[in-house]
């Protein structure tokens, strides 16, 4: 079995920063792909950004030179580093391994930002 925690999330004002973290524990194989999606109320999730094991990474235009998504393969730990908030970047944030075509969810963390 695979879980995945996230942490990190809170609530801040405009402009400013939050890191959210995700530990993997269970079966994880060396070749994977650690993500983080979000979902604002009403809408659909959606990949905020990508990373794999050899650390590729792909990020939605809407946080590009924003945010700044690592990980620690010896923790098996995915960070997203988040700079200028804005307040459209509220939403659940929702860490996902990938692995042999398998995915795993996270229970997701809660961002906030006001204006």
């Known amino acids: 079995q695979v879980q995945l925690m996230e942490s990190g999330g809170g609530l801040v004002q405009a402009g400013g920063s939050l890191r959210l973290s995700c530990a993997a524990s269970g079966i994880i194989f060396r070749v994977n792909v650690l993500g983080w999606y979000r979902q604002a109320p009403g809408k659909q999730r959606e990949l905020v950004a990508g990373i794999t094991s050899a650390g590729n990474t792909n990020y939605a235009d809407s946080v590009k030179g924003r945010f700044t998504i690592s990980r620690d393969n010896a923790k098996n730990t995915v960070y997203l580093q988040m700079n200028s908030l804005k307040p459209e970047d509220t939403g659940v944030y929702y860490c996902?391994?990938?692995?042999?075509?398998?995915?795993?969810w996270g229970q997701g963390t809660q961002v906030t930002v006001s204006s």
């Open positions: 996902k391994l990938d692995q042999f075509g398998r995915d795993y």
